[in-house]
């Protein structure tokens, strides 16, 4: 299985239930990625800034997500592939809303 480290800024579109943030969908490279699972989902900190991880399956591939608690930002961090994944330089991706 191939890794990509990445840290680009990406769109998530997520639901609310019984205090959970469950992503549902995510932007990336101009591509939007239906999540089919969320497989794991831990905290951790960043200078003292709490972040939210999730390790989710989309396509047949498997990618973390990062939520920024403090600016409210979301950052695609690695993706797992199955096959060579081309990733993009750098990617300009709009914000919904």
Do not use: C
């Not at 579109?13 to 959970?20: H, I, N, P, R, T």
Request: aromatic share 14%; proline share 3%.
């Amino acid at each position: 299985m191939k890794q990509e480290r990445l840290k680009e800024p990406i769109d998530v579109a997520v639901w609310f239930s019984q205090g959970k943030v469950i992503p549902r969908h995510f932007r990336w490279a101009m591509r939007t990625y239906a999540v089919d699972q969320v497989n794991q989902r831990w905290t951790g900190k960043n200078g003292g800034i709490q972040i939210l991880y999730f390790a989710v399956s989309a396509v047949g591939n498997a990618y973390k997500l990062a939520f920024n608690t403090k600016e409210l930002t979301w950052q695609l961090e690695e993706v797992y592939a199955s096959y060579d994944v081309k990733v993009p330089g750098i990617v300009k991706v709009t914000q919904l809303g």
